[in-house]
């Protein structure tokens, strides 16, 4: 249907005036945490992420355990960690672990194989943009050398947080969000979970079993 | 969509066979959570009005919002096709399949797929399609149809997961929940990273961003709308909200309403297809907005059910709905909303019993994140549909609002039926009355009239 | 000079429960009111409005006004949801009738349960001879349209009744005016679930704010041959009358 007639007919209706009046309801009042950051830590150990609180130099040590912990050498990550953690990629490579390229091709057998290589990959490496102390969750802006597989096709998915980027609500969050330049942008708070079969909680149905927050101060 | 029985035939089916025990006690303890969440949130009634408040803003402007939002979303590279119904979308997705060599189609479950039955036009076509989530997976698996908004297995208990699987996967006998998802997260994953198109639904579409929010706590949204080349989302026309603060409440308000979580785990915003540098995600993307009787729903008088935001709460908190399951109300839509929504939808002809069917205790509309008046619309569906009345409830009603409406005849008649009951009472209860209401005696005994009214009791006191 | 309470006792009271209008006038002149009843009352339309016979509905909701706004003084009803019928949804009845929505309104403000009322008038229920155990079950139009569940429960508890928690208290019993007819195999069901509650609490009588759930209620306990048996609230309040 042509968007004229089909816009139409929402305005014919419209013309009938049955919904209800907005109430005029106040905005919601704004949360704010005394301490964002110990809240944060709370909200995420409660949805089953781990948190660790690190520093630059133990935050390489806390990566070489998880990767050990995981008997792996091949990770996905994003570009630019070393931004936020300088020293991540000469740690990575000296330790010999394998940074896996998450590109995927348009062509469809090209991209059938390149799924194929990505997705036996089981550790990701990711940066939060923000995260949100209400509820634990971390926000990763996708885009130009930051593959959505890094925190999606994995088991253990590690994100690496900056203190200083918690904000309290997800309304903060999203107001500093850039969706033009960017196709996709989630919010994640916790591990996959389903409580599907008779109501029984059960991690890591699609998406990652494992999320480890480093918290680097 | 055609049902072969009334409501009341289907509940009497239901009955026989044996409602599972498990829906009453996962609506009842779901229903216990989210009521715990929303005791621990001290701005959950502020932010119930905001929210009701920004669903009403949308549509009372939709026209608006929609043409915005198609607008950025043009901008962004996402193409939007506009249906009028069903057959509409079912055939632009189809010819889409067609067109772009699609063998297979992985989904993300969205009830207005179920409510076009996308699946079987897709099918028809040549299409694979599989569900991914866990619970619509077991039910496609199983050749049947979800029972509940957002735990389409309801029904079913582990051990007949476990057989379904042995039987259709080939997978060695496990009754244990964790192992079942292992094997299905397995057999899914495969099929994720080798399907050519993406189907989702919409929760919500943000008007100023060209945005669609897509909310799943299993991953499967995300895998979805990132592994095949083509995106196409699916969205029910009434689904706009005007900002990215707006989303910011009703993400908040889903969750807590859904499950009592803060938020969903994968709350998934998408932006029109990969840009050019962007190393994943799909190449096309395409919304379809669907009309399907909504628009016909936005001018009547039952408008409101449109503010719905499909949480599934009011499944949770409907004595109805825990004591029928979802299957009896032989639609996609059930439950307290489903009883309105249909009916809209679909044709309150067709579906007059199932705005009969509830005794307006009022629970749905507590239990409402967007505070829709239920009960008020199923009143208003009940008065459009009055003549299905039977004969003797509307005959005996039109004489009790005669009587009603003049006090002296009422005083007279109460008088005589006071009469009846000196006659017949012996210790104020009567088994059956003769020809009248076999519906109440069946399992009821009836109070017997008193001896006296209360009206001549106080003439008599002489006040 | 006391003020007057006029007194809605609802059509299924004045024919079935006289005692339960009985007693409700010994509470409200417990209470220091003075009770008076408009003779012509009938019903409220509540069973037709719940039924979607609206023009039926409306014709005895007008009636409903018309005796009750000529009168002074607060309205109280023995009944939660004929109550919640006066308040709530008279006024929605009658909104496009232009003649009738200020008196519609008038008489919604001034109407109370008999429970909410005793409350805010900060009546203390007098103290009652009772060795039953009791329990409460919260009839849902008082519930969710007038938030009536603590008021009745203080009542007892003032008035030195033992009162036992019923599990699922809020739930509904499966009543619903016509749905009862309409739906009898899911009414019933309704019912039954309830009455498990009820049994599991302990109690020996089932108090509400509503003859017609109590009226169901009871009619399926009586099935059973059990020992439990209904009270309106006001019967528990009020003692054996005199």
């Given at each position: 249907?042509?968007?004229?007639?089909?816009?139409?007919?929402?305005?014919?209706?419209?013309?009938?005036?049955?919904?209800?009046?907005?109430?005029?309801?106040?905005?919601?009042?704004?949360?704010?945490?005394?301490?964002?950051?110990?809240?944060?830590?709370?909200?995420?150990?409660a949805?089953?992420?781990?948190?660790?609180?690190?520093?630059?130099?133990?935050?390489?040590?806390?990566?070489?355990?998880?990767?050990?912990?995981?008997?792996?050498?091949?990770?996905?990550?994003?570009?630019?960690?070393?931004?936020v953690?300088?020293?991540?990629?000469?740690?990575?490579?000296?330790?010999?672990?394998?940074?896996?390229?998450?590109?995927?091709?348009?062509?469809?057998?090209?991209?059938?194989?390149?799924?194929?290589?990505?997705?036996?990959?089981?550790?990701?490496?990711?940066?939060?943009?923000?995260?949100?102390?209400?509820?634990?969750?971390v926000?990763?802006?996708?885009?130009?050398?930051?593959?959505?597989?890094?925190?999606?096709?994995?088991?253990?998915?590690?994100?690496?947080?900056?203190?200083?980027?918690?904000?309290?609500?997800?309304?903060?969050?999203?107001?500093?969000?850039?969706?033009?330049?960017?196709?996709?942008?989630?919010?994640?708070?916790?591990?996959?979970?389903?409580?599907?079969?008779?109501?029984?909680?059960?991690?890591?149905?699609?998406?990652?079993?494992?999320?480890?927050?480093?918290?680097?101060? | 969509?055609?049902?072969?029985?009334?409501?009341?035939?289907?509940?009497?089916?239901?009955?026989?066979?044996?409602?599972?025990?498990?829906?009453?006690?996962?609506?009842?303890?779901?229903?216990?959570?989210?009521?715990?969440?929303?005791?621990?949130?001290?701005?959950?009634?502020?932010?119930?009005?905001?929210?009701?408040?920004i669903?009403?803003?949308?549509?009372?402007?939709?026209?608006?919002?929609?043409?915005?939002?198609?607008?950025?979303?043009?901008?962004?590279?996402?193409?939007?096709?506009?249906?009028?119904?069903?057959?509409?979308?079912?055939?632009?997705?189809?010819?889409?399949?067609?067109?772009?060599?699609?063998?297979?189609?992985?989904?993300?479950?969205?009830?207005?797929?179920?409510?076009?039955?996308?699946?079987?036009?897709?099918?028809?076509?040549?299409?694979?399609?599989?569900?991914?989530?866990?619970g619509?997976?077991?039910?496609?698996?199983?050749?049947e149809?979800?029972?509940?908004?957002?735990?389409?297995?309801?029904?079913?208990?582990?051990?007949?997961?476990?057989?379904?699987?042995?039987?259709e996967?080939?997978?060695?006998?496990?009754?244990d929940?964790?192992?079942?998802?292992?094997?299905?997260?397995?057999?899914?994953?495969?099929?994720?990273?080798?399907?050519?198109?993406?189907?989702?639904?919409?929760?919500?579409?943000?008007?100023?961003?060209?945005?669609?929010?897509?909310?799943?706590?299993?991953?499967?949204?995300r895998?979805?709308?990132?592994?095949?080349?083509?995106?196409?989302?699916?969205?029910?026309?009434?689904?706009?909200?005007?900002?990215?603060?707006?989303?910011?409440?009703?993400?908040?308000?889903?969750?807590?309403?859904?499950?009592?979580?803060?938020?969903?785990?994968?709350?998934?915003?998408?932006?029109?297809?990969?840009?050019?540098?962007?190393?994943?995600?799909?190449?096309?993307?395409?919304?379809v907005?669907?009309?399907?009787?909504?628009?016909?729903?936005?001018g009547?008088?039952?408008?409101?059910?449109?503010?719905?935001?499909?949480?599934?709460?009011?499944?949770?908190?409907?004595?109805?709905y825990?004591?029928?399951?979802?299957?009896?109300?032989g639609?996609?839509?059930?439950?307290?909303?489903?009883?309105?929504?249909?009916?809209?939808?679909?044709?309150?002809?067709e579906?007059?019993?199932?705005?009969?069917?509830?005794?307006?205790?009022?629970?749905?509309?507590?239990?409402?994140?967007?505070?829709?008046?239920?009960?008020?619309?199923?009143?208003?569906?009940?008065?459009?549909?009055?003549?299905?009345?039977?004969?003797?409830?509307?005959?005996?009603?039109?004489?009790?609002?005669?009587?009603?409406?003049?006090?002296?005849?009422f005083?007279?008649?109460?008088?005589?039926?006071?009469?009846?009951?000196?006659?017949?009472?012996?210790?104020?209860?009567?088994?059956?009355?003769?020809?009248?209401?076999?519906?109440?005696?069946?399992?009821?005994e009836?109070?017997?009239?008193?001896?006296?009214?209360?009206?001549?009791?106080?003439?008599?006191?002489?006040? | 000079?006391t003020?007057?309470?006029?007194?809605?006792?609802?059509?299924?009271?004045?024919?079935?429960?006289?005692?339960?209008?009985?007693?409700?006038?010994?509470?409200?002149?417990?209470?220091?009111?003075?009770?008076?009843?408009?003779?012509?009352?009938?019903?409220?339309?509540?069973?037709?409005?719940?039924?979607?016979?609206?023009?039926?509905?409306?014709?005895?909701?007008?009636?409903?006004?018309?005796?009750?706004?000529?009168?002074?003084?607060?309205?109280?009803?023995?009944?939660?949801?004929?109550?919640?019928?006066?308040?709530h949804?008279?006024?929605?009845?009658?909104?496009?009738?232009?003649?009738?929505?200020?008196?519609?309104?008038?008489?919604?403000?001034?109407?109370?349960?008999?429970?909410?009322?005793?409350?805010?008038?900060?009546?203390?229920?007098?103290?009652?001879?009772?060795?039953?155990?009791?329990?409460?079950?919260?009839?849902?139009?008082?519930?969710?349209?007038?938030?009536?569940?603590?008021?009745?429960?203080?009542?007892?508890?003032?008035?030195?009744?033992?009162?036992?928690?019923?599990?699922?208290?809020?739930?509904?019993?499966?009543?619903?005016?016509?749905?009862?007819?309409?739906?009898?195999?899911?009414?019933?069901?309704?019912?039954?679930?309830?009455?498990?509650?009820?049994?599991?609490?302990?109690?020996?009588?089932?108090?509400?704010?509503?003859?017609?759930?109590?009226?169901?209620?009871?009619?399926?306990?009586?099935?059973?041959?059990?020992?439990?048996?209904?009270?309106?609230?006001a019967?528990?309040?009020?003692?054996?009358?005199?």
């Open positions: 249907m042509e968007r004229d007639v089909f816009l139409g007919r929402v305005q014919a209706a419209l013309r009938g005036d049955a919904l209800p009046a907005p109430a005029a309801s106040a905005a919601v009042p704004q949360v704010r945490f005394g301490d964002a950051v110990a809240r944060f830590v709370e909200e995420a150990r949805v089953d992420a781990e948190v660790s609180r690190v520093n630059s130099n133990t935050a390489l040590e806390a990566i070489s355990r998880i990767f050990e912990a995981a008997k792996e050498f091949r990770y996905l990550a994003w570009d630019g960690l070393d931004d953690l300088p020293g991540l990629a000469d740690r990575l490579q000296q330790a010999s672990y394998q940074r896996v390229d998450a590109t995927v091709a348009t062509d469809p057998e090209q991209r059938r194989a390149d799924h194929a290589r990505i997705g036996v990959v089981p550790l990701g490496i990711t940066a939060a943009d923000t995260a949100i102390a209400a509820s634990g969750s926000v990763l802006a996708h885009g130009n050398g930051r593959p959505r597989s890094a925190s999606l096709l994995v088991d253990t998915h590690i994100v690496l947080l900056p203190v200083g980027r918690i904000v309290h609500s997800l309304a903060d969050a999203l107001e500093v969000v850039d969706l033009e330049s960017t196709s996709n942008v989630v919010v994640v708070t916790g591990p996959s979970r389903t409580s599907d079969i008779e109501s029984a909680l059960t991690l890591g149905v699609h998406g990652p079993r494992h999320v480890h927050i480093l918290l680097i101060e | 969509m055609t049902s072969q029985l009334t409501f009341r035939g289907r509940i009497q089916e239901a009955f026989t066979a044996g409602v599972p025990v498990a829906i009453e006690t996962a609506t009842r303890s779901r229903y216990q959570r989210r009521l715990a969440a929303a005791a621990a949130f001290p701005e959950m009634e502020a932010t119930r009005d905001r929210a009701r408040d669903r009403s803003e949308a549509l009372r402007n939709l026209d608006a919002y929609l043409g915005q939002f198609v607008d950025v979303t043009t901008e962004r590279g996402g193409v939007v096709f506009f249906a009028a119904d069903a057959a509409e979308a079912n055939e632009y997705i189809t010819e889409l399949a067609n067109a772009e060599n699609v063998r297979r189609v992985v989904k993300v479950k969205s009830m207005v797929t179920e409510e076009i039955r996308l699946n079987t036009a897709l099918e028809h076509a040549g299409v694979e399609v599989v569900e991914t989530d866990l619509e997976f077991i039910v496609q698996l199983a050749g149809t979800p029972s509940h908004i957002i735990s389409p297995v309801l029904h079913k208990n582990r051990y007949d997961v476990a057989e379904l699987f042995a039987a996967l080939g997978v060695e006998y496990t009754d929940p964790a192992e079942l998802n292992d094997i299905a997260r397995k057999h899914l994953r495969e099929r994720f990273l080798n399907a050519d198109m993406g189907i989702s639904g919409v929760n919500f579409a943000v008007a100023e961003d060209g945005a669609i929010a897509l909310v799943t706590n299993e991953g499967n949204g895998l979805s709308t990132t592994a095949p080349r083509v995106h196409v989302a699916v969205m029910g026309m009434e689904r706009i909200v005007p900002t990215r603060a707006d989303l910011a409440v009703l993400l908040e308000v889903l969750a807590r309403s859904a499950t009592g979580q803060k938020l969903s785990v994968y709350s998934n915003i998408v932006s029109g297809p990969r840009r050019a540098h962007e190393p994943d995600g799909p190449d096309q993307l395409h919304v907005i669907v009309d399907n009787g909504r628009s016909a729903t936005l009547s008088s039952v408008a409101e059910i449109l503010l719905c935001i499909r949480c599934g709460a009011c499944l949770d908190a409907c004595p109805v825990r004591h029928v399951g979802g299957h009896a109300y639609s996609v839509y059930p439950g307290p909303i489903g009883k309105v929504v249909t009916p809209s939808l679909f044709g309150l002809e579906w007059h019993d199932l705005p009969a069917a509830s005794s307006l205790c009022g629970a749905c509309q507590d239990a409402c994140p967007v505070r829709i008046d239920i009960p008020r619309l199923l009143v208003d569906l009940r008065e459009q549909t009055v003549g299905h009345a039977s004969r003797s409830i509307r005959t005996g009603l039109a004489a009790y609002s005669r009587l009603a409406t003049r006090p002296r005849l005083r007279l008649a109460t008088r005589a039926v006071a009469l009846f009951g000196r006659l017949w009472s012996q210790d104020g209860w009567l088994r059956r009355l003769p020809f009248l209401l076999p519906a109440w005696t069946r399992r009821r009836v109070p017997a009239p008193a001896t006296q009214t209360f009206n001549d009791w106080w003439r008599k006191r002489g006040a | 000079m003020e007057p309470v006029q007194l809605f006792v609802t059509c299924l009271v004045n024919s079935l429960y006289p005692d339960v209008g009985k007693a409700t006038v010994r509470l409200v002149e417990q209470a220091g009111f003075r009770a008076e009843f408009p003779l012509d009352q009938t019903c409220c339309g509540q069973p037709a409005y719940n039924g979607g016979f609206a023009k039926e509905a409306a014709a005895m909701a007008r009636q409903t006004v018309d005796v009750l706004d000529e009168t002074e003084g607060p309205i109280v009803v023995p009944s939660g949801s004929c109550a919640a019928m006066l308040t949804h008279i006024p929605d009845l009658v909104k496009d009738d232009d003649s009738y929505v200020a008196a519609a309104r008038r008489v919604a403000n001034r109407t109370r349960e008999l429970t909410q009322f005793l409350v805010e008038v900060g009546h203390k229920a007098a103290p009652v001879e009772c060795d039953e155990r009791v329990t409460y079950h919260a009839s849902c139009h008082g519930l969710r349209w007038l938030q009536i569940l603590e008021q009745p429960k203080s009542l007892l508890d003032e008035a030195g009744v033992t009162r036992v928690d019923l599990p699922g208290e809020d739930e509904c019993c499966g009543f619903g005016g016509l749905f009862a007819l309409k739906m009898p195999e899911l009414s019933t069901a309704m019912m039954d679930t309830k009455i498990a509650n009820i049994e599991a609490s302990g109690a020996d009588v089932v108090v509400g704010v509503d003859v017609s759930c109590l009226m169901h209620i009871g009619g399926g306990l009586r099935r059973r041959a059990g020992a439990i048996r209904t009270k309106h609230v019967e528990v309040l009020a003692g054996e009358s005199e």
